[in-house]
């Protein structure tokens, strides 16, 4: 990852990209701009929130640190 053309670049944003056109922009047409924008934030922040929840509302790092605790013994 990191060289132009790596296939693992864009991969994480695509699928964020995939599932909003899927979820929001092709679900119905909007009237204006301003509803699409709208429909746009609510969709985010309802999936952030939901997985917050799963996280017990930890942020991703306080979780991984939880879940992997680094090892209290130096190699």
């Known amino acids: 990852m990191g060289r132009a053309g790596a296939a693992g670049d864009n991969a994480a944003i695509e699928s964020f990209f995939g599932l909003l056109q ?3 922009r092709n679900r119905r047409s909007r009237a204006t701009r ?16 939901r997985r917050q929840r799963s996280l017990s509302r930890l ?3 306080e979780f991984e640190i939880i879940m992997h605790p680094p090892s209290s013994q130096a190699a």
């Open 59 to 61: 942020t991703p790092v």
């Open 22 to 24: 899927n979820n929001v």
């Open 34 to 49: 301003q509803q699409l924008r709208i429909a746009i934030v609510t969709w985010i922040e309802r999936t952030y929130h």
